[in-house]
């Protein structure tokens, strides 16, 4: 059959964008699942993290398994098995997980609710490593866009109503006065491991090409070599955090140090001898990299600190909020992440000027309405949030001046990320509450832009480069307790977004970084097109 006359395969779509729904789902929900947590077992803000942490840590952890166990073979695991077994064997993994979440909650164990997050996000490292490809295998190749647009909408869409689900779960309503428990989280976890092993079911028994292929795997023994170091230190220093009493602050320090150093480091060596280093022999993919992981730091610490400081007293509320009145701002947070994701999915339809101009205004607009109907169709009053729209219109500006270039967009949005940031910790009230929250407007689009400039010009490492890029979602299980551990200190939780202020200056830095690298290869910048389609996010 040739390409035109291939047909995209839609049930199988919907399948798979099911589950694209609700990585997005659990992934946000922990902005809710963290102050809950952090009242109801006494923790302090660093301890409260550790939820973001095992989460984000397992797509680094099982990235890591992957790529080593496909070196050990010889042979890449996931084109052996196929992208369809690949999906069916993450939902398993996903399934196990949820329902350990089940007997966590009876046990009332905090560290059991770690493993469950952990093992969960596992399957989901697994799903979302076969996923892409697989979007793009369900029909012809000159539309694989608009499929993985349509699925990475619909992820967007899962971290918008996530947080609103999990705090009904919780709380019953907004206006409950019920006392929460973690045992409410129980029917919530049912019905997602219920729903996995449907989706796992469907996929076993659908008609549905294996996705496996014969493509060689790229060997490169010194990355390898690299990558197992980096991961020994972080263990190094985690154990040295147990068995010392030296401040978690300097630790997380040391760590974030410890890996930008290891991987220029790496480049640096590759200099010299680029045989056996593979896609870490290009700079630009090592900046990447780095990028990557402030960039996933970045913008999971602001949602998961976000409830904590929603509850200070005296930040926006006389004596701060209660647990049951936060869903609707994490809500908006990941909304405004959907709303920039919609908007610069524009670009993916062949729209004539005029329309396209009239479309980047209207839909970013048509996404924040979804947004207040999810949240008052629970009941919830969103009238103070109505003013929000001007930092939208902001965002649209940004757009439209970045004119789809990534290294324009990405400058621009991450100058306005730091003014909000700034803005967000020299005030208080509502205004800072909107700075913050834009915060998910100019991170929307960073993704697809990083990845653009990072695999560009990487030849046949850029599959190695991505699996590389992917690896760095590390940055969410490190940044955001970091963030929580300043917010122990004298300075508080709502100076402690000083970091990610920090982190959207360094990717400023790393954006240019990587611009000089790809000019000193001779790329032309303005032939890089950004990718709008959101590939693995959260």
Known sequence: MTETQQKTNYPALYTLITVFFFWGFVAASNGILIPFCKTHFSLTNFESQLLGSSFFGAYFIGSLILYLASTFLKF??????????????????????????????????????????????LGFSLQQTAAQPFALALGSP???????????????FGTTIGPIIVSYFLFGSLTSNIAPSPSNI???????????????????????????????????????????????????????????????????????????????????????????????????????MIAIFFYVGVEVTIDNNFGSLLKTPGYLTANGLAESEISKYISLYWGSLMIGRWMGAISVFNLKKTTKLIATFVVPFIAFVVIIISNNLKGTDMSDLYAYSICIIITIAAFIYANEKP???????????????????????????????????????????????????????????????????????????????????????????????????????????????????????????????PQVEI
């Open 142 to 156: 000159s539309t694989g866009a608009h499929r993985l647009n349509l699925a990475g909408g619909l992820n967007s």
């Open 407 to 533: 290294v324009r967009l990405m400058i621009t949005v991450s100058t306005l990320a730091i003014i909000a940031m700034v803005i967000g910790i020299f005030t208080t009230g509502i205004v800072s509450v909107y700075a913050f929250i834009a915060g998910g407007l100019f991170c929307s689009v960073m993704w697809p832009c990083i990845f653009s400039l990072a695999t560009t010009g990487l030849g046949k490492f850029t599959s190695q480069g991505s699996a590389f890029l992917i690896m760095m979602i590390l940055g969410g299980a490190i940044i955001p307790p970091f963030q929580g551990a300043i917010g122990d200190t004298n300075l508080g939780i709502h100076f402690s977004y000083i970091i990610a202020a920090i982190c959207f200056v360094l990717l400023l830095v790393l954006t240019f970084l990587m611009t000089r690298s790809l000019k000193n290869q001779g790329i032309d910048l303005d032939q890089v097109e950004s990718q709008t389609e």
């Open 186 to 288: 129980n029917t919530l976890y049912i019905i997602l491991a219920s729903v996995f092993a449907l989706v796992a079911i469907i996929f076993i028994f659908s008609k549905l090409p294996s996705g496996k292929t014969d493509e060689d795997l790229e060997n490169s023994p010194k990355a390898t070599k690299s990558l197992v170091f980096m991961t020994l230190a972080i263990l190094g220093i985690i154990a040295l955090g147990n068995f010392t009493e030296v401040s978690k602050v300097i630790l997380l320090v040391i760590t974030i140090v410890a890996i930008i150093a290891i991987l220029v480091t790496s480049n640096k060596m590759s200099i010299k001898n680029s045989e056996g280093w593979g896609a870490m022999k290009f700079p630009q993919l090592v900046y990447g």
């Open 76 to 121: 890449d695991i996931i084109n052996k098995i196929g992208y369809k077994n690949s999906i069916i064997t993450g939902l398993v993994i996903s399934i196990i997980g949820a329902l350990i979440m089940i007997p966590s909650t009876n046990a009332n164990s905090f560290s059991m609710m770690l493993l469950s997050l952990f093992i969960v996000a």
